[in-house]
């Protein structure tokens, strides 16, 4: 079946560490995308990516990065900078303005 | 920049009463997407509007899109257990990027 995956499920981060979030499509989507949601928030976009090799900033960019080298992948880094990590960390992709297909998420904790 | 907001945050029922969530743009989309959130879950797409004054049903779940396009609500009868969750709005801005906007959110609970 087609869909998205992210992993891991859950992750945990000591104070001062880069880490990478992975997400993985095989519906042949262009667009994939990148949301941060924290307790009882809505989504906040982070990163974008319309086509491979190239990729936006979305409205909470700082202290994270991605790479676009293949269409099927879009991984994440959390990098030290960021400060506040802990949340839950939602992929998703899509074809043109169709509706989203999310993955189930990362759950990034700071320890 | 631009704001979708929904109405209420939260809403409790009966299970068996109805329920709506209002969405509002502060300018005019070119769709209207919705999505459902279980507690502890993804996103789901439920439906996309395009067109201005359109309604689209899925069971108990009315949807309309505003005439100006600023707008949006989904209406649920008889509210069911499985009904609980977090329903987001969104919609796409038109511009350059297409992004699309999603609102607030609104959580419902539903009690038997």
């Known amino acids: 079946d087609g869909g998205i995956t992210q992993s891991p499920k859950y992750l945990f981060r000591k104070e001062g560490q880069n880490v990478t979030l992975s997400c993985e499509q095989n519906?042949?989507?262009?667009?994939m995308y990148w949301y941060r949601q924290d307790p009882g928030q809505g989504l906040r976009l982070i990163y974008y990516s319309q086509i491979v090799n190239d990729f936006q900033k979305g409205d909470i960019a700082e202290g994270y990065s991605v790479s676009r080298e293949k269409k099927e992948s879009f991984p994440l880094t959390v990098t030290s900078a960021q400060k506040n990590p802990t949340a839950f960390y939602l992929c998703?992709?899509?074809?043109?303005?169709?509706?989203?297909?999310f993955g189930s998420g990362t759950r990034l904790t700071v320890v | 920049g631009q704001q979708v907001m929904q109405i209420p945050q939260y809403q409790h029922v009966q299970e068996g009463e109805d329920f709506t969530t209002y969405c509002n743009s502060s300018t005019t989309l070119s769709n209207i997407q919705w999505y459902k959130q279980r507690p502890g879950g993804h996103p789901v797409f439920l439906i996309q509007?395009?067109?201005?004054?359109e309604v689209k049903k899925q069971k108990r779940l009315t949807f309309q899109f505003g005439e100006a396009k600023k707008n949006s609500s989904l209406h649920i009868t008889a509210t069911q257990t499985t009904d609980v969750g977090t329903y987001f709005c969104a919609g796409h801005d038109g511009g350059a990027t297409n992004k699309l906007i999603f609102g607030t959110g609104t959580l419902l609970a539903v009690q038997p």
């Open positions: 509007l395009v067109k201005s004054g």
């Open positions: 998703a992709s899509t074809f043109g303005t169709y509706g989203y297909t």
């Open positions: 519906l042949n989507h262009d667009a």
